[in-house]
DNA sequence: CGTCTTTTTGAATACTGTCAATTTAAGTGG
DNA sequence: CCACTTAAATTGACAGTATTCAAAAAGACG
């Protein structure tokens, strides 16, 4: 639990603007191995062996730049890849019915994306990039192919995709037994905690993804959002400035979520 | 879609009412083969050759009696096993930091329990059977030596996993944007779906959950669900007593659903 | 510098939850 | 087999929370 969290420059955000927009189909691609890859204790090679890893390098994963605004792939799409995301955040989204979008989670660097598509060979969802962001493309079949020489390797990606299981367990469980704050002060601590995982501030952070996003997600309206930001503020549990957070009393955030009384 | 729907005889349920609780413990075991299943196009050999099916054979998988209320895992034991329905109802369920209990889904014969303990070797949720039950136990490791030989049963469970990842998703679209009919709706055409695909009515079933289970799984409270049920009756569109369902408007309910208006 | 999007805030409404009482069914033991 | 006890389901009244509609403010972008 004890990462060491080097604090990264979060004025970077302002510093330096992304060009968004522009450049959509710029596909600039390059080689990558992960046995080199900073995010290798992250990402998917995380529990293998030398050995292993070595293996994986062989397969030369793609990797690719996807603008802010764009899509990596849309749902219904064949299924061939599954991404890992190397930096910048990306949301992943269904669309209903009625055509409004119904946002399914966030996912940022070192984490695998497409991984629904598996089931029907076409994927269940869209990845959209938040910011300008860099991917790596994994070939499923080479990735089966890796994992039927190797038991341990088999067991990573199985064990990749129920911690997907997992992890939308436990957004069930938020969605259907929390309440407007509780529900935000959860996902703000989650955040907080990934952000940590990867030498980032975990007091202090910039949101990628708008209220409506946001709301979305935890299954709130936006005006819902923005009233509960507000809500923290003035009970001096957060700084709130539009997408910039600094979080004032995690403690009191956590506990939101434990009591969870309703 | 147009599978034949053997109309099984639904008043079974009361002419032969089980004997509950009682033996919990008898742990009748017996040997069974996916071969000679009369579940292997609904369970986990759906999808596999011949050959294919034998080599699961092989295995021998252990068959087991769960009485009703009884728990076949609990959240947080050793997984060893991937456990298959082959008849009766369980639900899965997490416990809150409060105690309170979280239900994270329901059971039916030919599906697949336990695939969320891959991530951390650990069961992530418990099974409780709602009625009297019969399962296979599956060794996961076994299965995975499986796997490792053919890469045709590694797809099947890879497939397994992300069908599971499929349906938390759309249950989380369900928890994050529909209303109580809406939800309650979708619940049953649900259900209505999965009994038919198994040769049950479509129109007419037994819940073998209460109401406080409903209201857990679909994020409302038992009363709601109550009143939910109670107003469908009075629009015609199901006869309800108590858990005896009919549904006398099958478009209606998929109205509901599709509208998603909130 | 004007336009468009995002965010904030207010007021009224609608929906679901809470508390409580009653009914019905089911299980237990004499 | 019946009276008793317990659990499940229904229903009403009221409270509380989130949504809807609307307007204004603040940035972002060309």
Same mark, same amino acid.
């Given at each position: 639990?004890?990462? $060491?969290?080097?604090?990264?420059?979060?004025?970077?955000?302002?510093?330096?603007?992304?060009?968004?927009?522009?450049?959509?189909? &710029?596909?600039?691609?390059?080689?990558?191995? %992960?046995?080199? %890859?900073?995010?290798? *204790?992250?990402?998917?090679? %995380?529990?293998?062996?030398?050995?292993? /890893?070595?293996?994986? *390098?062989?397969?030369?994963?793609?990797?690719?730049?996807?603008? @802010?605004?764009?899509?990596?792939?849309?749902? =219904? !799409?064949?299924?061939?890849?599954?991404?890992?995301?190397?930096?910048?955040?990306?949301?992943?989204?269904?669309?209903?019915? *009625?055509?409004?979008?119904? /946002?399914?989670?966030?996912?940022?660097? =070192? !984490?695998?994306?497409?991984? *629904? =598509?598996?089931?029907?060979?076409?994927?269940?969802?869209?990845?959209?990039?938040?910011?300008?962001?860099?991917? %790596?493309?994994?070939?499923?079949?080479?990735?089966?192919?890796?994992?039927?020489?190797? &038991?341990?390797?088999?067991?990573?990606?199985?064990?990749?995709?129920?911690?997907?299981?997992?992890?939308?367990?436990?957004?069930?469980?938020?969605?259907?037994?929390?309440?407007?704050?509780?529900?935000?002060?959860?996902?703000?601590?989650?955040?907080?905690?990934?952000?940590?995982?990867? =030498?980032?501030? @975990?007091?202090?952070?910039?949101?990628?993804?708008?209220?409506?996003?946001?709301?979305?997600?935890?299954?709130?309206?936006?005006?819902?959002?923005?009233?509960?930001?507000?809500?923290?503020?003035?009970?001096?549990?957060?700084?709130?400035?539009?997408?910039?957070?600094?979080?004032?009393?995690?403690?009191?955030? $956590?506990?939101?979520?434990?009591?969870?009384?309703?």
């Amino acid at each position: 639990m004890s990462t $060491a969290t080097l604090q990264a420059p979060l004025r970077a955000f302002k510093i330096t603007p992304v060009p968004a927009a522009a450049r959509a189909t &710029s596909v600039s691609t390059l080689q990558t191995q %992960c046995s080199s %890859c900073h995010l290798r *204790d992250l990402c998917l090679p %995380c529990g293998m062996n030398a050995p292993e /890893v070595e293996r994986l *390098d062989s397969l030369m994963f793609t990797r690719r730049r996807v603008a @802010a605004g764009q899509t990596l792939y849309r749902e =219904g !799409e064949k299924f061939q890849y599954i991404y890992a995301v190397r930096s910048g955040t990306f949301k992943s989204s269904l669309t209903l019915a *009625d055509g409004r979008e119904q /946002v399914s989670g966030f996912h940022m660097a =070192g !984490e695998l994306m497409g991984l *629904d =598509g598996v089931a029907q060979g076409k994927h269940a969802s869209s990845a959209i990039a938040l910011e300008d962001t860099e991917i %790596c493309a994994i070939p499923y079949s080479h990735l089966n192919e890796l994992a039927m020489q190797n &038991s341990n390797m088999q067991h990573v990606v199985s064990r990749m995709m129920s911690r997907e299981i997992v992890r939308e367990h436990s957004l069930m469980m938020l969605l259907g037994s929390m309440n407007a704050e509780e529900r935000l002060a959860a996902f703000l601590l989650n955040l907080s905690q990934r952000l940590k995982t990867r =030498g980032y501030s @975990a007091s202090e952070f910039h949101l990628r993804m708008s209220r409506a996003e946001i709301g979305s997600y935890l299954g709130m309206k936006l005006e819902t959002v923005s009233r509960t930001f507000s809500a923290f503020q003035q009970q001096g549990v957060l700084e709130v400035d539009k997408r910039h957070i600094r979080v004032l009393d995690l403690d009191r955030l $956590a506990r939101a979520v434990e009591m969870r009384v309703h």
